[in-house]
Nanobody, 116 residues
Framework: QVQLVESGGGLVQPGESLRLSCAASGSILSFNMGWYRQAPGKQRELVARITTTGSTNYADSIKGRFTISRGNAKNSVYLQMNSLKPEDTAVYYC???????????WGQGTQVTVSS
């Protein structure tokens, strides 16, 4: 069982930046990690993903603006969000997907609001 805790959300103006953090209760080196978001009235969507080998992929809507990375510690993942837009407003969730079926864990989410 892996517990995930997100932090770093908040209220920012368009064009500003935020860095989200995801802290795990144990090592996540063997997990593919992802950031998802869910806006009001919409389905949860993948924002960015990083594999165990460091490969990354991003949603088209945030390419060039967001960067996912693993921390130097074995239990953290980050999402650097630049040039934020109002349409980025959502609850952002951290996900850990492990090598064994059923090893899929979610954090409680952190609210990001982009508004002038």
């Amino acid at each position: 069982q892996v517990q995930l805790v997100e932090s770093g959300g908040g209220l920012v103006q368009p064009g500003e930046s935020l860095r989200l953090s995801c802290a795990a209760s144990g090592s996540i080196l063997s997990f593919n990690m992802g950031w998802y978001r869910q806006a009001p009235g919409k389905q949860r969507e993948l924002v960015a993903r990083i594999t165990t080998t460091g490969s990354t992929n991003y949603a088209d809507s945030i390419k060039g603006r967001f960067t996912i990375s693993r921390g130097n510690a074995k239990n953290s993942v980050y999402l650097q969000m630049n040039s934020l837009k109002p349409e980025d407003t959502a609850v952002y969730y951290c996900n850990a997907n492990g090598p064994v079926y059923g090893m899929d864990y979610w954090g409680q989410g952190t609210q990001v609001t982009v508004s002038s």
